[in-house]
């Protein structure tokens, strides 16, 4: 990953409100809801593994929409 490409920049940021999101709201996941984050982080991992940096911000924008459809329940 080189970290001067902008998507790489966005997977950044968007890793870093992932993060938040699951530190502010980890209390409230149920056990499916939690299995789905650890799965959809190692998704995006993988991709980052893979230098696929545009599947891997494609993930991590799914997986920011699903962690605030979780705080909005």
Do not use: C, G, W
Not at 25 to 54: A, G, P, R
């Amino acid at each position: 990953m080189d970290d001067l490409d902008p998507k790489s920049q966005e997977v950044l940021q968007l890793s870093y409100e992932i993060v938040q999101l699951i530190e502010q709201n980890v209390d409230s996941f149920n056990d499916e809801e939690t299995e789905e984050v650890i799965t959809s982080h190692e998704t995006i991992s993988f991709f980052l593994e893979q230098d696929n940096v545009e599947r891997a911000l494609v993930e991590a924008q799914s997986l920011k929409k699903y962690l605030i459809k979780l705080t909005q329940k």
